[in-house]
């Protein structure tokens, strides 16, 4: 318990130094309204700013803009599918329960759909790491450097909305609403690939989970029961040494020094990293990804194999593959120490379950405008 706080404060007093200030939503001009997508800063001095590019940044007709194409079929090939299709609100954007999506037409993709919570905190450095001048960010082995660049692989991806770009920019042109949003947006009734990813970019980073029981606990509206205490302490500590993958920036619960690591799944036929860098010493690492509200975004990990959490804790215990290429060395020093005991990795579950944010599965703003 002790030592779980004694963490925290640390990373209260590291990560308070890099705090954000606040901007006022309002302008004066009569271009698009800016939106400040900082948190409010009461209780929550532990979350890095959020990282906006130069070129993109958030107005409220850029969000809604996003928010509609998210939202609509049009972007399929067959006017059947959309982002929200396999990234559904009430799963965090996940496509929880489904193993694998099912993408245009049916064709199967080999993924499990991540969940998209907070990844505006995400698409920044130090979770990307720089490989021959390329960024490796977003997607299961990082092959994308930024939300606006992730945006592009979805809409032709034939086993997701398979929809030449071309196409897609014709239909919207011709659309009875979508050149006066884009107009509010960018200033310009002209439909352009860039201006679509970018407002996709933008929607995507107003999804801000912080309200979960976790957040509440920080804020001092709410206190841990004994077993989410333990299973915090477990989680951070040496029994279940889950935090030094898992842990440090508190938007997502990924640690920033290890954005991709090796958790011996082992040989999965995906090369993980390798296969965007072409680097063997990269083979078998996967994103590390977050744990914000997964509660709901099973099955987990890259091919969904796991069904629950009661399989993810039994797995990290007693199944790490010692002999997978790559392995994080901690993790194996953790696990040749011994399996996690059963109560521990009881209370781990319901550590994790105070990140389920009831808020923002719910948020009418995040939810489908065509309803
Ligand atoms: C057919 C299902 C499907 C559709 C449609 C789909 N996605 Fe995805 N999405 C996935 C899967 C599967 C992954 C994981 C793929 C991987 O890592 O290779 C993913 C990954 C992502 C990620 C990466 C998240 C991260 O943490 O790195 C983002 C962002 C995303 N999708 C946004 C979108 C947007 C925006 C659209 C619409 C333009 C969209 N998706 C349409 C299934 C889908
Ligand atoms: C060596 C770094 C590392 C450690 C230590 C670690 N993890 Fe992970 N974790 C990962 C990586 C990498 C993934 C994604 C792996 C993949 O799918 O290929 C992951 C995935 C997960 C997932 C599934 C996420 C999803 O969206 O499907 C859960 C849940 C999880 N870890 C929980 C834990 C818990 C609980 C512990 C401690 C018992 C732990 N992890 C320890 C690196 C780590």
Redesign the pocket.
């Known amino acids: 318990m002790l030592r779980g706080f004694l963490v925290l404060l640390l990373l209260l007093l590291v990560a308070g130094a890099g705090c954000g200030k606040s901007k006022s939503g309002s302008s004066d001009d009569e271009g698009p309204t800016p939106v400040d997508l900082d948190l409010p800063r009461e209780g929550l001095a532990n979350w890095p700013e959020m990282p906006i590019p130069a070129d993109n940044p958030t107005t409220e007709e850029g969000i809604a803009l996003g928010r509609h194409l998210f939202y609509d079929p049009i972007l399929s090939g067959d006017d059947t599918l959309s982002c929200a299709s396999c990234h559904r609100q009430e799963a965090a954007f996940?496509d929880g329960p489904n193993r694998l999506s099912n993408g245009s037409g049916g064709a199967l993709g080999s993924f499990?759909a991540?969940?998209l919570a907070n990844l505006g905190w995400l698409s920044a450095r130090p979770f990307a790491i720089e490989v021959a001048g390329q960024t490796l960010s977003m997607f299961?082995d990082g092959r994308a450097e930024s939300l606006e660049a992730q945006a592009i692989e979805p809409v032709q991806n034939a086993t997701e909305l398979d929809q030449p770009w071309p196409l897609l920019l014709q239909e919207l042109a011709a659309h009875p609403e979508y050149p006066a949003r884009f107009e509010a947006a960018f200033g310009s009734r002209e439909i352009t690939q860039q201006h679509v990813v970018q407002a996709l970019a933008q929607f995507q980073r107003s999804l801000r989970s912080f309200d979960s029981k976790w957040d509440r606990v920080q804020r001092g509206e709410d206190v841990f029961t004994d077993a989410e205490a333990r299973g915090f302490d477990a989680?951070t500590g040496e029994v279940?040494?889950?935090w030094?993958?898992?842990g440090g920036n508190l938007a997502l619960f990924v640690n920033q020094g290890?954005p991709?690591?090796?958790?011996g799944?082992d040989s999965?036929p995906d090369p993980?990293l390798m296969g965007p860098t072409g680097r063997a010493d990269f083979e078998g690492?996967?994103?590390?990804?977050?744990?914000r509200n997964?509660e709901v975004?099973?099955?987990?990990?890259?091919?969904?194999r796991?069904e629950t959490?009661e399989e993810?804790?039994a797995f990290?215990?007693d199944d790490v593959a010692l002999d997978s290429p790559n392995l994080?060395s901690?993790?194996r020093t953790?696990v040749i120490a011994g399996p996690?005991p059963a109560q521990a990795q009881a209370d781990?579950i319901a550590f994790?379950k105070t990140l389920t944010d009831q808020t923002f599965l719910t948020e009418e703003a995040f939810s489908d405008p065509f309803r």
């Open positions: 996940s499990n991540n969940a299961w989680f279940g040494d889950c030094h993958c898992h290890t991709f690591a090796n958790n799944l999965s993980g690492l996967f994103r590390v990804m977050s744990l997964i975004t099973g099955p987990y990990m890259h091919d969904g796991f959490l993810v804790l990290y215990s994080d901690n993790l953790r996690i781990i994790l």
